[in-house]
T-cell receptor, first 113, second 112 residues
Framework: KNEVEQSPQNLTAQEGEFITINCSYS?????LHWLQQHPGGGIVSLFMLSSGKKKHGRLIATINIQEKHSSLHITASHPRDSAVYICAVRPLNTPNRDDKIIFGKGTRLHILP | ETGVTQSPTHLIKTRGQQVTLRCSSQ?????VSWYQQALGQGPQFIFQ???????GRGNFPPRFSGLQFPNYSSELNVNALELDDSALYLC???????????FGPGTRLTVL
């Protein structure tokens, strides 16, 4: 079982719809990241959070540390939001005390015009 | 402020060859992490360099090695390339450990 699980794996929606992508993890963490990856590979960091909720424009990220769960929401979705959204966690107490990040496999989002 | 850059963008090699990938960290960042992303998968941690020293390593064999230079730029070297090494290689820099990492555009390596 992967330490970071995302759902759904693929999501197709119409422009304007409210989008939710979920992330569950099984390890203790110091922080969780939501990342966006466009075709071609470049990754953009959307949020880094360790508690509560963050909002940036039409994007909202929430985390529940007790339940080991985070969600990424997109309001008023637009075709330019089409990308792979990746959840990644920074575990506590890594063996080498390094800054290792564990990534989920990503959710492929396609917004239709 | 210059972001994280990587070179080359694409590379084709054959089995058994060696490859060097380069990463320039964002201005003011002293930590560089390297990741391998196979097609359809999330990135996997290779190793991290902090102030020119390796600071942790993922589950990759010794033929994956790296360097960090005094200006905090970094290289990833892979010897004896195998077909399964074909992937997108991402580097990310941060201002110290535990802080937000900023990713480069990646180098897509194809091994034939």
């Amino acid at each position: 079982k992967n330490e970071v699980e995302q759902s759904p794996q693929n999501l197709t929606a119409q422009e304007g719809e409210f989008i939710t992508i979920n992330c569950s993890y099984s390890v203790g963490i110091s922080a969780l990241h939501w990342l966006q990856q466009h075709p071609g590979g470049g990754i953009v960091s959307l949020f880094m959070l360790s508690s509560g909720k963050k909002k940036h424009g039409r994007l909202i990220a929430t985390i529940n540390i007790q339940e080991k769960h985070s969600s990424l929401h997109i309001t008023a979705s637009h075709p330019r939001d089409s990308a792979v959204y990746i959840c990644a966690v920074r575990p506590l107490n890594t063996p080498n005390r390094d800054d290792k990040i564990i990534f989920g496999k990503g959710t492929r989002l396609h917004i239709l015009p | 402020e210059t972001g994280v850059t990587q070179s080359p963008t694409h590379l084709i090699k054959t089995r058994g060859q060696q490859v060097t990938l380069r990463c320039s960290s964002q201005s003011g960042h002293n930590t560089v992490s390297w990741y391998q992303q196979a097609l359809g998968q999330g990135p996997q941690f290779i190793f991290q360099y902090y102030r020119e020293e390796e600071n942790g390593r993922g589950n990759f064999p010794p033929r994956f090695s790296g360097l960090q230079f005094p200006n905090y730029s970094s290289e990833l070297n892979v010897n004896a390339l195998e077909l399964d090494d074909s992937a997108l290689y991402l580097c990310a820099s941060s201002k110290g450990q535990g802080n937000e990492q900023f990713f480069g555009p990646g180098t897509r390596l194809t091994v034939l």
